[in-house]
């Protein structure tokens, strides 16, 4: 079966962003297929180059480039989301200013909702978390 994971929860105060990675991760070790993860509303923050967790605490932002590192998993963004919680490419910075680097993490692509409709139809099931 092809999987598309939809993540809503922000990389920290919620467990919606880690259960969704930890899904992902099982997805992988079996005989499915992990197609894409769209990041929407708060989960868009799951893609903050900025956010930087304690030395002993798990760095879920590593663990999604990690796993688009290793199984080529797309990872998609919401462009609108993303601007309206700070989440910035460096390619946008010059419609902005007031802000001198971007802070999307690498690996992490911003799209729109067309793609997360795309995915949609060309999977079997779509996940949120």
Same mark, same amino acid.
């Given at each position: 079966m092809n999987y598309t994971i939809l993540v809503t929860g922000a990389a920290?105060?919620?467990? !919606? *962003?880690?259960? *969704?990675?930890?899904? =992902?991760?099982? @997805? @992988? $070790?079996? !005989?499915?297929?992990?197609?894409? +993860?769209?990041?929407? =509303?708060?989960?868009?923050? !799951? *893609? #903050?180059?900025?956010?930087?967790?304690a030395i002993d605490?798990? !760095? @879920?932002? &590593?663990?999604?480039?990690?796993? #688009? &590192?290793?199984? $080529? +998993?797309? @990872?998609? +963004? =919401? #462009?609108? *989301?993303a601007l309206r919680r700070g989440i910035i490419e460096d390619e946008k910075l010059l419609n902005n200013k007031n802000v001198k680097?971007?802070?999307?993490a690498f690996f992490f692509q911003l799209s729109s909702l067309i793609e997360l409709a795309h995915s949609i139809k060309i999977c079997d099931r779509i996940i949120q978390f």
């Open positions: 920290y105060g919620t467990q !919606n *962003a880690s259960t *969704a990675f930890l899904f =992902c991760k099982s @997805l @992988l $070790k079996t !005989n499915n297929i992990l197609y894409s +993860v769209f990041f929407y =509303c708060d989960g868009v923050l !799951n *893609a #903050n180059s900025m956010i930087t967790p605490e798990f !760095n @879920l932002i &590593k663990a999604w480039q990690k796993l #688009n &590192k290793k199984h $080529k +998993v797309k @990872l998609y +963004v =919401c #462009n609108s *989301a680097t971007g802070n999307l």
